[in-house]
Structures are given as structure tokens and as C-alpha cells.
């Protein structure tokens, strides 16, 4: 079975730094775009940054230039970097990935979310 799973969240002061991680796992023939998205209290899910296969990325206004994402692709895994954090970007970080399986179905996976709180 295909499971996402981050790790790396915490608890940080304003203006340090964070790197998230998320594995994917389980029956994996490829993996095209992978994303983190997040979920601040009291707003809607939405994108952070997203990689795709060729190494490609974008990234959301609010976190351009703070934020890098990356992939291994031998590790079917994602990062995220997240530098001069704001108290702002507290919220459930969620991976994301849309993958092919072994047996070549394709879909979108969600991970469970890891928390980031950044204390101002």
C-alpha cells in the first residue's frame, strides 16, 4: 500500500528554520508533481510549493524566497527548507504527491499533516 509520511515539524521562534520531510512508500513505479500544502487555523488548505519530476518548482508569494523545496527522486522523498519563519506560517503541513503505482494506476495522495507552530 501507497503511504506518505512527513516528519520534522515543531515548535520554532520566529525567524529560525525548519525542514520538513516526506517519504513515499509502497509499490511506486513513479512519482510526478509533489507538493506541500498547508492549513493555517481558521483559513483553507492551500499550496506552499510544488516540484515536479523534471526538477521545476514554484512556491506561494508568502513564502517565496524563505522557502526551498527539493526531491530525491531515488529516495521518492520531498523537503521542504522553510528559513526566516513568521508566525504567520504556523498550520498543518501536509504532503502531497500524485503517483503511478507498480501496477500503474494513478492517483493523488494525501500524507497525515505534521504541525508547525512558530512562536513570535
Known amino acids: 500500500q501507497v503511504q506518505l509520511v512527513e516528519s520534522g515539524g515543531g515548535l520554532v521562534q520566529a525567524g529560525g528554520s525548519l525542514r520538513l520531510s516526506c517519504a513515499a512508500s509502497?509499490?511506486?513505479?513513479?512519482?510526478?508533481?509533489m507538493a506541500w500544502y498547508r492549513q493555517s487555523p481558521g483559513k483553507q488548505r492551500e499550496l506552499v510549493a510544488r516540484?515536479?519530476?523534471?526538477?521545476?518548482?514554484n512556491y506561494a508569494d508568502s513564502v517565496e524566497g524563505r522557502f526551498t523545496i527539493s526531491r530525491d527522486n531515488a529516495k521518492n522523498t520531498v523537503y521542504l527548507q522553510m528559513n526566516s519563519l513568521k508566525p504567520e506560517d504556523t498550520g498543518v503541513y501536509y504532503c502531497n504527491a500524485d503517483i503511478i503505482s507498480t501496477s500503474l494506476n494513478q492517483f493523488n495522495l494525501w500524507g497525515q499533516g505534521t504541525q508547525v507552530t512558530v512562536s513570535s
Open positions: 509502497g509499490g511506486i513505479f513513479s512519482i510526478n508533481a
Open positions: 516540484v515536479i519530476s523534471g526538477g521545476s518548482t
